[in-house]
């Protein structure tokens, strides 16, 4: 991707994301790939209030090498890239609904969220539950690159979700889905929920691809 085009299309999408209430204050983070190098939203910056000029440039270490300070979370976005070849843009976000999700007790690992429609299964699932660690802790990186090569969509306990896509666009498609995801499965806590069962879930699967 361009570089230019790049850092516009990161303040744009993150004054989306941002104006629909998918991130707040300081939270959440985008990145894109570029040739040989990444550009991510800065450290403590709003993302719908971004300055195109002042995103962070890194290089594969997590190096500055323009802009502001990156983000302290640029590294887990460099654990998905290193798993994901053909990834070129990733989003990290607190939202609302998926973070409540994590903080659940007893969710199965390897699958967190309900298969509860087509499209969760089509875009995202399935969605393993990394264990919790605290902001900034690298180790989180290692724990992310054990399933990032076999899954696009990620959900760190007690944080928020983590996405990579064939583009930021993409990325971002996949997350809103497991965003409103969340929100269905929380809506029916506690009630007799009717998931898709495996043969359907199979149908789908051989019907259509992810994206990434």
């Not at 230019?4 to 629909?20: C, D, H, M, P, T």
């Not at 994901?84 to 699958?111: E, F, I, Q, W």
Request: glycine share 6%; charged share 20%; net charge negative.
């Amino acid at each position: 991707m361009n570089e230019s085009n790049g850092r516009e299309q990161i303040v744009a999408i993150g004054k989306s994301l941002f104006n629909r209430g998918l991130t707040a204050g300081s939270s959440g983070n985008l990145s894109v790939r570029l040739d040989d190098d990444w550009l991510i939203t800065p450290t403590n910056s709003c993302l719908g209030a971004l300055d195109p000029a002042r995103i962070s440039k890194i290089d594969s270490k997590g190096h500055l090498l323009s802009g502001d300070p990156p983000s302290k979370e640029s590294f887990l976005h460099l654990a998905m890239y290193e798993q994901r070849p053909k990834s070129n843009g990733v989003v990290h976000l607190h939202s609302t609904y998926s973070a409540a999700v994590s903080c659940m007790a007893g969710l199965p690992p390897l699958n967190c969220l309900l298969p509860l429609t087509a499209y969760f299964v089509m875009k995202v699932a399935p969605l393993p539950l990394i264990p919790y660690y605290r902001p900034g802790d690298l180790e989180l990186a290692s724990a992310i690159r054990t399933l990032a090569a076999t899954h696009h969509a990620l959900l760190l306990a007690n944080h928020g979700p983590i996405v990579s896509g064939i583009s930021l666009e993409a990325a971002v498609d996949v997350i809103e889905e497991l965003e409103e995801t969340a929100k269905i499965f929380l809506l029916l806590h506690g009630k007799q929920a009717s998931p898709l069962n495996d043969d359907q879930i199979k149908a789908l699967k051989r019907e259509f691809r992810n994206a990434d």
